[in-house]
């Protein structure tokens, strides 16, 4: 059995993405700025959510789909400054333990 073989190199370390609830409005736009960002193969992508007071169904699912795709290419999805009712609508998706808050960050911009 032959191992897959490893990812491309990553062409940026980080990537910080501010989310606010005009973009939640124009879901379809977010996801495609997420392609886009994804396909530059970042180490981490840091998702700012202190301008959204409430994430709905959909947003949620644009934020799993996005945490899969960077786990499958070894990176990893962090979530900060999140609102407490967006951290609990994380936390009933199931969505928190995944998208963790990077220490001293939780509840403020850093």
Request: hydrophobic share 40%; glycine share 6%.
């Amino acid at each position: 059995m032959t191992t897959p073989p490893p990812p491309p190199p990553r062409r940026l370390a980080l990537v910080e993405v501010r989310i606010d609830e005009d973009d939640l409005t124009q879901l379809s736009e977010t996801r495609a700025c997420f392609d886009r960002l994804l396909a530059l193969r970042p180490g981490r992508v840091e998702v700012d959510l202190s301008g959204c007071r409430w994430l709905d169904l959909a947003a949620l699912h644009l934020l799993r789909d996005v945490h899969r795709r960077l786990t499958g290419a070894r990176a990893v999805l962090a979530v900060r400054a999140a609102d407490p009712d967006v951290r609990r609508a994380l936390r009933a998706a199931g969505l928190e333990p995944s998208l963790p808050v990077p220490a001293g960050q939780e509840g403020r911009v850093g």
